[in-house]
Each structure stands twice: as structure tokens, then as C-alpha cells.
């Protein structure tokens, strides 16, 4: 590993330093800093929605090889303990900008417009003297603020020939969402000012829902069987009625079209509301493809569901075809995920930018793959809660896995700590770089918090708010009901024993209600069952 911290000065390094100086005068308070000894680095920040652990292989996946994220792993620090504040899409991207919890970032759930006047990391970035872009999705309804240049997704996003809104203009453009993230990213690097380091974001859909791949993966995985699940057929027996409660299962939820890409009929006076909405989603995407695109899909799905309509499964035998289906499909944007991040490295490679760039790669949030019967997010259960969280340096930090629990509060101070930039109080997380070093502060947490807010809502997962430490997870759902239950996620890793009434669990209730008490004041997070929000 080599330290930059003694290498002479180079002319780019010198002039980099004046402009900061220069900077100092006109930025924020917040922004003002003491002139950085090292290199500043580059910030490549990718993040993908929905991407659970389970599917990724250097976090042990039996379901598929991610071959680009796996190298990033072996050349970098993987966070064996990273997880999220509030496992759904908008919360989650507010809660990594700010460094804030969601109840102090405004962004409760996925309805709620960002605030993009608050501090950001990518603004005081800028304000420091980064270059500053952002690709691909945004989900946070306002504009972005705090990026020299910028190129989203509206809302969603599709995976085909998608919409784009490019600094405020909107286009649609020819290809896979996948690819096109990727190249605006790339053609941004080739063509940005050399003189300032940057930050970039490259924020891909996939593998959000539909999952549809593209041709180049539309026959992978075919013909193979992914293993089940342990919990699939979870019968919730010992949760409270939140987990019984929602509308998230793939035997019961999935849209036969839009999800399983058994193509709908046309239209029928006869369909019921639900197979409407699913007649009209499916074909919204459909329809964006080329003649040439739905030619190579039909052939590819037509004889494959031409099998299932012949083989007129019901029940359990339905239930796990929807999960071969369902689960495919997801691998299959992963992959080309995977190999686009195959081209970025590639490209910091050939261009002399791997040493000094900081390269991260996340999720959004976890996601059910098939767990509990599930598809979706949301609920506190590890697979939702647990992110991928992979950051190479090669710099400053050693390859190593690192057990220690940070979460996603935690990017922002982080970057801005790598950067040289004074982290503001008000930001909640807290730097992972000593972490991420093998250096862990004796006082680094023990324990995270949780809170869901989006309710009534899609997939109808109850509010509730939850702290995990390295031994139990309690949870408590509100609102329009009132549930507890406890987890000791060491001796139940599926979380299938809610052991909250057990009289031998008492002292450990107790004990977890008053941690979780002191987070909820620590964070300011109080007062809210009572209606406040
Ligand atoms: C859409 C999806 C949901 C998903 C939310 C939020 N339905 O509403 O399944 O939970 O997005 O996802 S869809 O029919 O429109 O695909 S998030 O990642 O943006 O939070
Ligand atoms: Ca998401």
C-alpha cells in the first residue's frame, strides 16, 4: 500500500491547494478547512436499488457470481455490518446526502419531496473545490442541487430505452438503463476539468423492480434452479400481524405481466382491477421497447411461457415457479450491473485513477429474495436492513473485512473525512475512516436504529421502529397497531423466533427499550407515536 502523506509536490498538487485557499474566503463556514496534506482523493460513489446481499458472491451468495463487485471487494474494505435507517428508496438516498436520520432530513418515505436547500455532502464538496456530477437514479423529486452536472432517471425509470432528465432537459434515449448510466458516467470522467478532483455518483435502477434484463443476459440462469429459500414458506407463526399483514409475497402479490412476464392479454371486458393495472404497467414497458428488442424478448420468453401456461401449476408448485421467475430475472440485471462495473474499472485503470480514487459500492437498501416468501423491502428483517457496502482506497486502506457496525448516516461524514473537509456537527453518522483502517474508536457503536415510516402505503408494511445490536434486534410496530417482538439474530439468523414474550427474554427487553431509548433522544427521534408525524 503505498501513503502519499511524504510524496514531493507535484505543479497539479500545488495549484490544487491555491484554489482551495482561494475558496476558503467565499464558501460556507461548514466548508472552511485546513489545507490537506495528502492527495484529495476522487469519489466514485456507485450505488444500485434493491440489491440485496444475498446476491452478490463476495458476501456468500448460493445464487449467482458478481465477478466486478467481487474484485472491488478483494482490492478493497468489505463491510460485513452495514445497514440502513429506512429501508425504502427516496428515505434512504436523503438520509446518504445529508448524513442525517430521515425525521431530521424531512424524508419520511418515498412520497416526500427533498428539501434541496439542506446541506449535502456533494454541495460542500463542491464548495471545497470538487467537480461534482450525479448519474442515473435520483428518486428525490426535486431537482438536484449540489452537482455540476447531472443526468437522471424521472422517478423510477425504466429499463429500456429510457427517459432521461439531463440539467432540467428531458429526453429519451436509445439502449439498456444499465449501460447508459454507465457510459454518461464514463464520457463525464473522459471529458471533466483535470485540475480538481471529483465526486462522482452513479446511482443505477436495476435490479429494481420489473427486473427486466437485457438481451445480452435474457438467457442466463434459464434451464437452472435456484435454490429455495429456507424461509419461503414462513408461516409467521410467532411474529405479530405486521409480517402477516403485508402485500409483499410473491405467491400472492406479483403481478402476473408486469413482475412474471407472462404477457397479459391485450384487454378483456372481463379482467378485474388488479390484472388492469397489471395489463397497463407491463405494456408501459413493453411498449418502450424496439420491434427488434420485443422480437428478441418474445423469443426468449414466448416458448418459456408457452411451458408454463401447458403445465397449469397451482399452489406451493405455482409459488416456486413465481420464485424461479421472479429470481432470475433479478440475477439477470445484476449482472448487467456486474459488467458495467467491469467497464468503470477497467476505465480507472487505463486511465492512471485507481490509486487516488475512492470506489464504493452499495445499495439502497437490501431486499427479500424470496426470505419470509417475500419480494420487496421495508420491513427491519436482515435481508432489508443489511446493505452491501464495499469501499477501495488504495491509497490509504488496506484490503480486510471489517465486522463493525456503520450504516448508511455514516457515507457522508465519511466522504467529507476522506476529502479533507470539516464534518459539520449536525451531521448524525460518523466517519468510518478509522474504521475502515483497522483502527476502531473504543466508543464505536454497538447498536443501530431503524424507523419505517411509509404507511398506509404500497405493499402495506406498519410503521415501526427498531434498534439491532450485535446480539438482538427489537422492533416495535405503531401506528394502527401495537406490536412488539425480539429477535436474537445470533441464535435465530432467519429471524423466525420472536421471543419478546418469552419470561425469560424480560431483563433483555428492558435492557434494549433503554438503549433504544437513549438512540431515539440521542437522534432526536421522540415524541412521534403520538401523532407529531
Ligand atoms: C414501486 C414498486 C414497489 C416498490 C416501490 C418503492 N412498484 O412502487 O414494489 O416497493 O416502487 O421502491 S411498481 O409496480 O411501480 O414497480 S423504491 O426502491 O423506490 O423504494
Ligand atoms: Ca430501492
Known amino acids: 500500500m503505498s501513503t502519499l502523506m511524504n510524496a514531493p509536490l507535484t505543479r497539479r498538487d500545488l495549484l490544487r491547494r491555491i484554489s482551495v485557499a482561494a475558496l476558503a474566503s467565499t464558501v460556507p463556514a461548514w466548508a472552511s478547512r485546513a489545507v490537506p496534506t495528502r492527495k484529495r482523493p476522487n469519489i466514485l460513489f456507485m450505488m444500485t436499488d434493491d440489491h440485496g446481499s444475498q446476491a452478490i458472491s463476495c458476501y456468500g451468495s448460493r445464487l449467482n457470481r458478481t465477478p466486478y463487485i467481487d474484485r472491488l471487494a478483494g482490492e478493497g474494505v468489505r463491510f460485513t455490518n452495514s445497514f440502513c435507517t429506512n429501508a425504502v428508496c427516496a428515505p434512504s438516498r436523503a438520509v446518504l446526502l445529508t448524513g442525517k436520520h430521515s425525521h431530521v432530513n424531512g424524508v419520511t418515505d418515498n412520497a416526500v419531496v427533498f428539501d434541496g436547500s439542506q446541506p449535502t455532502f456533494p454541495k460542500m464538496l463542491q464548495a471545497a473545490g470538487y467537480e461534482t456530477a450525479l448519474f442515473g437514479k435520483w428518486h428525490l423529486k426535486s431537482d438536484p442541487t449540489g452537482f455540476d452536472h447531472w443526468s437522471i432517471l424521472p422517478g423510477q425509470g425504466n429499463y429500456y430505452n429510457p427517459d432521461f432528465v439531463t440539467m432540467g432537459m428531458r429526453t429519451r434515449r436509445a439502449g439498456y438503463v444499465s449501460d447508459l448510466i454507465t457510459d454518461d458516467c464514463l464520457s463525464w470522467l473522459k471529458r471533466r476539468n483535470g485540475d480538481k478532483p471529483f465526486c462522482v455518483l452513479l446511482h443505477h435502477k436495476a435490479p429494481h423492480r420489473n427486473w427486466m434484463p ?61 390484472e388492469r393495472t397489471d395489463r397497463l404497467y407491463w405494456r408501459s414497458e413493453y411498449d418502450r421497447m424496439t420491434p427488434v428488442e420485443q422480437e428478441q424478448w418474445n423469443a426468449a420468453y414466448g416458448p418459456r411461457n408457452e411451458a408454463f401456461r401447458r403445465s397449469g401449476l397451482t399452489g406451493e408448485a405455482l409459488a416456486r415457479w413465481k420464485y424461479q421467475r421472479y429470481i432470475r430475472d433479478y440475477l439477470r440485471c445484476i449482472a448487467s450491473v456486474d459488467d458495467n462495473i467491469g467497464r468503470v474499472l477497467d476505465y480507472l485503470d487505463s486511465s492512471g485513477l485507481a490509486e487516488d480514487t475512492i470506489v464504493v459500492y452499495t445499495s439502497d437498501q437490501g431486499f427479500y429474495l424470496g426470505e419470509h416468501g417475500w419480494f420487496d423491502k421495508r420491513f427491519m428483517y436482515e435481508e432489508a436492513l443489511r446493505i452491501p457496502l464495499i469501499i477501495r482506497y488504495p491509497a490509504l486502506l488496506a484490503p480486510r473485512v471489517v465486522p463493525e457496525m456503520v450504516q448508511n448516516i455514516d457515507f457522508a461524514p465519511t466522504f467529507l473525512d476522506l476529502a479533507g473537509v470539516n464534518v459539520p456537527s449536525a451531521m448524525q453518522g460518523r466517519s468510518i475512516r478509522d474504521v475502515a483502517q483497522g483502527n476502531v474508536p473504543p466508543d464505536w457503536r454497538k447498536a443501530i436504529y431503524y424507523h419505517y415510516y411509509e404507511y398506509p402505503g404500497v405493499h402495506a408494511v406498519r410503521r415501526h421502529y427498531g434498534i439491532r445490536t450485535e446480539r438482538y434486534k427489537l422492533i416495535h410496530f405503531y401506528y394502527d397497531i401495537d406490536a412488539w417482538e425480539l429477535y436474537d439474530v445470533v441464535a435465530d439468523p432467519h429471524e423466525l423466533r420472536n421471543i419478546y414474550n418469552d419470561p425469560a427474554c424480560a431483563g433483555i427487553v428492558e435492557t434494549l427499550k433503554a438503549r433504544m431509548a437513549s438512540l431515539q433522544s440521542e437522534c432526536g427521534d421522540t415524541g412521534f407515536e403520538k401523532g407529531n408525524r
Not at 222 to 240: K, M, V
Open 214 to 274: 437485457d438481451a445480452r443476459h435474457i438467457a442466463m440462469y434459464e434451464g437452472e434452479e435456484q435454490p429455495l429459500p429456507e424461509t419461503f414458506f414462513d408461516d409467521y407463526a410467532t411474529r405479530s400481524d405486521a409480517a402477516r399483514l403485508q402485500e409483499m409475497r410473491i405467491a400472492d402479490h406479483m403481478f402476473m405481466g408486469y413482475d412474471l412476464k407472462l404477457t397479459p392479454p391485450d384487454s378483456s371486458a372481463a379482467e378485474t382491477p388488479a
